[in-house]
Each structure stands twice: as C-alpha cells, then as structure tokens.
C-alpha cells in the first residue's frame, strides 16, 4: 500500500536527497516503494540549533537524509548523544529509546522522538515528570 502524504501551497519535501517543491496550490503524492523523506516543516536547519535536542535531531536528520556519510554522522550522533545525556539526565528513558531506534536505522521514528524534546514542545517525553498537584 503506499504512503500518501499533502504538501501544502509552496511547502517542500526531501525525497532521498532531492528537494521537491509544491506549486500555488496543495498537491498530494503517493509513495510506492521505501524512501527517505522529510517534509520541509520537519527539516531544521543547522542555523536553527540552539539546544542539545536540536543538535541531536540534526545529526539524526543527516544520518537520515545522506546515507552516503552515515558512517562519519553515526560517529557524530554518539558523541552529541553522550552531551546530551550529560545536560538531560532527566531525559535518559528518552535517549535511549532514540540511541535504539537509530541502531535499528529507524531515524524517522527517531526524529519524531527527538522533537518531543525541544523546549516549548507541548508534547511531553514519557519520562518525563509531572508536577505534582497541590491540593
């Protein structure tokens, strides 16, 4: 079955490295066989990163978008990986679940988890803990 997915009026998407662009009005596409993609609203851009979760949503996303340097961008997402783990311990449960979903070469999953941890997200990690209520 293949994977349908809109884009917006002038919204991008990277399909296996290639940008491609919607026109004036939304279009939908079908995807028929596996490919790496990445909706333009779904891409950061390295001028963007301003806290550790994003510079490990970065280094995934490259992993994700340039297979033909996985293996220098792997080298990269552990080092990030340990800084973070260093700056988040709260957020330990989470990293690990993004450390297993990459080994697994799940980097869309990844990613997905990974933004959830970018401050403002409304979206809480599993791990983390709620206040408690006063009563």
Do not use: H, W
């Not at 079955?1 to 919204?11: A, G, H, S, T, Y």
């Not at 450390?99 to 997905?112: D, F, I, P, S, T």
């Amino acid at each position: 079955m293949p994977l349908k997915f809109v884009l917006r009026p002038n919204e991008k998407v990277i399909i296996n490295g290639a940008v491609i662009g919607a026109g004036d009005r939304p279009g939908s596409f079908f995807l028929y066989n596996t490919a790496n993609f990445l909706r333009g609203r779904e891409v950061l851009k390295e001028e963007q990163i301003d806290c550790i979760e994003k510079k490990l949503y970065f280094v995934i996303q490259l992993v994700y978008i340039f297979p033909e340097d996985t293996e220098l961008n792997l080298q990269r997402f552990s080092s990030i990986l340990e800084e973070a783990r260093a700056a988040r311990p709260d957020a330990a449960k989470t990293l690990s679940e993004i450390e297993q979903l990459v080994v697994a070469r799940n980097y869309y999953r990844a990613l997905k988890l990974c933004r959830k941890m970018f401050k403002g997200n409304t979206e809480a990690p599993d791990d983390a803990v709620p206040a408690e209520s006063e009563s």
